[in-house]
């Protein structure tokens, strides 16, 4: 009680100072830079925050209104962050950013009760992505539907092969206490339809369980997730036998593993939303205005990094829905930036006025999805570094659109008292 009333008293403060310069927009971080997600939710916090910063710091804040930056401690513990999420909208919090798919799940129906759209970076929680049924989250960093597709299609690339697979296994390892059925599900409807095997590997525990593939390893690995049993993972399979260019990864592993692994790592490929390193003019607005003036947690040489990267991606989304107020009807409140997030679109020209040309590919959201679904970037390891990214290589809609219809009945089915959808959708016009 004492922590958080020690928080509350922070906000005070920080409202007291802005006052002078107008009336501040509250943004509320729920940050996991403690427990399980530590090492990724560290990583994640620090992107989100370093941008925001860098907005109020350079800009003013958004939209001429100067930028109020509560962060709250969860550690991916869901009382915890159900605490912070009540005192963030009693201070006036316009939206709420979290990075772990229990906070996320935890929050979604308390996000609707409060009016206060929720933007969540975890991945694994596919409903989260569809408006239609929870109408105050936004889940863009899940692409594990879709990335399973695009994984599979760069598959079929880098072997030549478009149609066809057959004669290929394909194994798909996944995090056996977390990892979504629908997963192994888009799995088996690629296979059936390319003809390829597909094997399934369960992690478990602390180790990667991947080393006793033997004789019978698949041709190629997919692999889901992230944190200690990913880091493993990757080097459980090298010390299998598989070849790093035969993994191609969602979400993992840290770049610490593949500094580790060096030359040893030569050819591990990664599905993303967004491109790796800092080599964009919107980080070295970072590094003037936040890292070189002691503003941020990020350590020496740690923006660029894969999280760091997904961190400032939601937080760009963020910013940019905010500014999107404009074109509905609901102001700077909850109800406007929700609107905000639902006629969001960033094209190649924004990107490149946001100082982020080529970082992500375009990207909008509508009534119903609130994922996005843009085409994906392949990232490769070239044993010092991410290699600059090849060509967008779309999700397969029309098979995860499925995957999710039948998602969907089934959380109504499990949750018969979740409200129907009463908010409008916004014009884009």
């Known amino acids: 009680m004492a922590r958080s009333a020690g928080w509350i008293a922070g906000i005070a403060a920080m409202l007291a100072a802005t006052t002078a310069l107008g009336e501040p927009l509250v943004v509320a971080l729920l940050t996991d830079r403690t427990g399980p997600a530590a090492a990724s939710g560290t990583r994640i916090a620090n992107g989100a925050r370093d941008y925001l910063t860098m907005l109020d710091r350079r800009d003013g804040g958004v939209a001429g209104r100067p930028l109020t930056i509560l962060e709250c401690e969860v550690g991916a513990d869901e009382a915890k962050a159900a605490a912070c999420h009540g005192q963030a909208v009693a201070a006036g919090a316009v939206v709420v950013l979290a990075t772990e798919r229990a906070t996320t799940r935890a929050l979604a129906a308390v ?9 969540s970076l975890a991945d694994g929680f596919a409903v989260a992505t569809r408006g239609d049924v929870m109408p105050w989250l936004f889940n863009p960093s899940d692409a594990t539907l879709g990335g399973i597709t695009v994984a599979v299609r760069a598959i079929a690339d880098l072997t030549g092969r478009e149609a066809d697979l057959t ?3 394909i194994g798909l390892v996944h995090d056996a206490e977390t990892a979504d059925p629908a997963s192994l599900d888009v799995m088996r409807d690629l296979a059936a339809r390319l003809g390829f095997t597909p094997r399934f590997y369960a992690l478990s525990g602390e180790a990667g369980g991947l080393r006793d593939l033997g004789p019978q390893r698949p041709d190629y690995l997919v692999l ?11 080097e459980d399979a090298l010390a299998a036998g598989m070849p790093p260019d035969r993994l191609v990864a969602l979400h993992w592993p840290d770049d610490t593993v593949l500094h580790r692994l060096g030359t040893g790592a030569r050819g591990f490929r990664e599905v993303s939303r967004h491109a790796f390193g800092d080599h964009f003019p919107a980080f070295d607005e970072i590094d003037v205005h936040v890292i070189d003036r002691g503003l941020s947690r990020t350590p020496k040489d740690g923006s660029g990094e894969p999280l760091y990267n997904r961190g400032v991606y939601g937080a760009v989304l963020l910013a940019e829905a905010i500014r999107g107020h404009g074109r509905t009807q609901g102001g700077l409140t909850g109800d406007g930036i929700r609107r905000g997030f639902e006629t969001l679109s960033i094209d190649g020209i924004r990107w490149k006025e946001l100082g982020l040309a080529g970082f992500a590919r375009a990207v909008s959201f509508d009534c119903r999805d609130h994922g996005g679904r843009p085409a994906l970037s392949l990232q490769t390891w070239d044993g010092a570094k991410w290699a600059p990214s090849v060509a967008p290589i779309a999700q397969e809609r029309a098979l995860v659109d499925a995957r999710l219809d039948t998602l969907v009945i089934a959380f109504r089915a499990a949750h018969p008292d979740w409200p129907a959808r009463t908010e409008p959708c916004a014009d884009r016009s």
Do not use: E, W, Y
Not at 111 to 119: D, S
């Open 111 to 119: 996000a609707g009760r409060a009016r206060v759209p929720l933007l």
């Open 167 to 169: 004669g290929l296994s």
């Open 224 to 234: 889901l997730g992230r944190g200690p049993k990913a880091d493993t993972a990757v």
